[in-house]
């Protein structure tokens, strides 16, 4: 795998971060099936996280 590759992922407060590709995602966090650059990966995040308030704060 590219190491120059990342994966969006998001924690259970709906929290965004990307993370290299080729290493195990952490516990706590689920990928959101988006890969590519950090440049795209930023960009997608940028696009889909609105409100960065944490969920547990939201409701």
Known sequence: ???DM???VV???EQYSIWPSERAIPA???SK???GSREE???Y???HWL???PASLRK
């Open 41 to 43: 990966c930023l960009e």
């Open 33 to 35: 099936s988006m890969q």
């Open 28 to 30: 706590g966090w689920e």
């Open 11 to 13: 924690n259970h407060e």
């Open 45 to 47: 995040i940028r696009l």
């Open 6 to 8: 990342f994966t969006v």
């Open 51 to 53: 409100d960065m308030t």
């Open 1 to 3: 795998m590219n190491k």
